[in-house]
């Protein structure tokens, strides 16, 4: 269930593990909306990559594409690779063995640049990816395209208990004493610092309310007031998520498809949409690289291209993910996904080159939060 808070007018390696069915083919749709980037230029549109593909002589034959992801997409992609599986073998006839990882964004990143041969990385953040392409191993604009990179969407919502106990409406509820609130730590987690930005900008959204300019000082009181409540940090949004369902805190700050994915599965909790939050937006990108050294640069490009084509969106949609394209904001879509009245994006915080310097330098808000200066 849907509530709103509406004002009234006053990896690592470790981790990996193997999935090889017999599966398959990369034309992408027809009516893909992505763009996967080609050899030797800035990135093509899907439908060129869909073009080549079709060109492609079936090989036959067996290879290996290795995903390196954050932990959030793991059970989106438990139905996502068995369908790219089946349509590249049906146009190539060629099998697809994927190796996989799961971990927070930034451990992720971190693993990919410390040696960890992942063709393709889904992660929580561009700084992560940005990571990448700063180490070399990226080589191409991973953000041409119609999508920008990107292919999965959300936005930071509150869950809470069956019922809504405590009569949660929105951020400024989790300031109040007693509440306990569970966010996982931005230090390792990508999706953390959605969290972290969601509540900061709706500090700011509320001063401008309140006097008509953003005030920084504000906003950061609002956060630490909040932060004072946090009973546990864990090192991802999966791992939180996990927590809550242990019975740790009251209310979880967290991805909108995290609780509707619960919720799905006959987990009863509440969905709390705050007044004001965050457009999240979640890139993939090939790592060059290590898909050029390992032959398979092919079937990546057009896996990045079937994420954020049709069938790879209508999937991600099923696990609780918006759309990242106009055209697939159909009826359906508008009906599940509430948009809230003052949703803002990385933008209304000067983008995430300035909300890393603002927020997460070594002198920067969420650090003056944690030292409480």
Same mark, same amino acid.
Request: net charge neutral; glycine share 12%.
């Given at each position: 269930?849907?509530? /709103?808070?509406?004002?009234?007018?006053?990896?690592?390696?470790?981790?990996?593990?193997?999935?090889?069915?017999?599966?398959l083919?990369?034309?992408?749709?027809?009516?893909?909306?992505?763009?996967?980037?080609g050899?030797?230029?800035?990135?093509?549109?899907?439908?060129?990559?869909?073009?080549?593909?079709?060109?492609?002589?079936?090989?036959?034959?067996?290879?290996?594409?290795?995903?390196?992801?954050?932990?959030?997409?793991?059970?989106?992609?438990? =139905?996502?690779?068995?369908? @790219?599986?089946?349509?590249?073998?049906?146009?190539?006839g060629?099998?697809?063995?994927?190796?996989?990882?799961?971990?927070?964004?930034?451990?992720?990143?971190?693993?990919?640049?410390?040696?960890?041969?992942?063709?393709?990385?889904?992660?929580?953040?561009?700084? *992560?990816?940005?990571?990448?392409?700063?180490?070399?191993?990226?080589?191409r604009?991973?953000?041409?395209?119609?999508?920008?990179?990107?292919?999965?969407?959300?936005?930071?919502?509150?869950?809470?208990?069956?019922?809504?106990?405590?009569?949660?409406?929105?951020?400024?509820?989790?300031?109040s004493?007693?509440?306990?609130?569970?966010?996982?730590?931005?230090?390792?987690?990508?999706?953390?610092?959605w *969290?972290?930005?969601?509540?900061?900008?709706?500090?700011?959204?509320?001063?401008?309310?309140?006097?008509?300019?953003?005030?920084?000082?504000?906003?950061?009181? /609002?956060?630490? =007031?909040?932060?004072?409540?946090?009973?546990?940090?864990?090192?991802?949004g999966?791992?939180?998520m996990?927590? /809550? %369902?242990?019975?740790?805190?009251?209310? #979880?700050?967290?991805? %909108?498809?995290?609780?509707?994915?619960?919720?799905?599965?006959?987990?009863?909790?509440?969905?709390?949409?705050?007044?004001?939050?965050?457009?999240?937006?979640?890139?993939?990108?090939?790592?060059?690289?290590?898909?050029?050294?390992?032959?398979?640069?092919?079937?990546?490009?057009a896996?990045v291209a @079937?994420?954020?084509?049709e069938?790879?969106?209508? #999937? /991600?949609?099923?696990?609780?993910?918006?759309?990242?394209?106009?055209?697939?904001?159909? *009826?359906?879509?508008?009906?599940? @996904?509430p948009?809230?009245?003052?949703?803002?994006?990385?933008?209304?915080?000067?983008?995430?080159?300035?909300?890393?310097v603002?927020?997460?330098?070594?002198?920067?808000?969420?650090?003056?939060?944690?030292?409480?200066?």
């Amino acid at each position: 269930m849907y509530r /709103f808070n509406r004002r009234s007018k006053r990896p690592g390696p470790s981790k990996v593990t193997l999935l090889g069915l017999g599966a398959l083919a990369a034309l992408l749709l027809a009516s893909g909306c992505g763009g996967a980037s080609g050899e030797g230029n800035k990135g093509t549109s899907v439908a060129a990559a869909a073009a080549k593909l079709a060109d492609a002589p079936a090989a036959g034959g067996k290879i290996t594409l290795v995903v390196g992801a954050y932990s959030v997409v793991k059970d989106a992609l438990a =139905d996502i690779l068995p369908a @790219f599986q089946q349509q590249w073998k049906a146009r190539t006839g060629q099998e697809i063995v994927f190796q996989q990882s799961y971990e927070a964004s930034g451990t992720q990143a971190r693993s990919i640049v410390g040696g960890f041969e992942a063709d393709v990385a889904l992660l929580a953040m561009e700084g *992560d990816m940005d990571r990448i392409a700063e180490a070399g191993l990226i080589e191409r604009d991973w953000r041409a395209g119609e999508q920008r990179g990107m292919v999965t969407r959300s936005i930071v919502v509150l869950g809470t208990r069956e019922g809504n106990p405590l009569g949660i409406r929105g951020f400024a509820d989790l300031t109040s004493p007693g509440v306990k609130v569970l966010y996982p730590n931005p230090q390792t987690s990508g999706g953390a610092q959605w *969290d972290i930005n969601a509540i900061y900008g709706a500090g700011l959204k509320q001063s401008e309310a309140q006097t008509g300019r953003k005030d920084a000082e504000a906003a950061k009181r /609002f956060l630490a =007031d909040v932060h004072r409540n946090v009973e546990s940090m864990d090192k991802s949004g999966r791992a939180s998520m996990a927590a /809550f %369902e242990y019975g740790v805190g009251d209310v #979880i700050v967290t991805y %909108e498809n995290e609780l509707l994915a619960r919720i799905a599965k006959g987990v009863r909790y509440e969905i709390v949409v705050p007044e004001s939050t965050i457009l999240i937006e979640n890139p993939a990108a090939v790592v060059d690289r290590n898909a050029d050294r390992h032959g398979v640069r092919e079937a990546a490009d057009a896996f990045v291209a @079937f994420l954020q084509g049709e069938q790879g969106q209508r #999937i /991600f949609m099923q696990h609780g993910f918006r759309p990242v394209s106009e055209a697939g904001w159909d *009826d359906a879509a508008k009906a599940r @996904f509430p948009v809230p009245p003052d949703l803002f994006d990385i933008g209304y915080l000067g983008g995430w080159e300035q909300a890393r310097v603002t927020l997460y330098a070594k002198r920067g808000v969420w650090y003056q939060v944690l030292s409480n200066t």
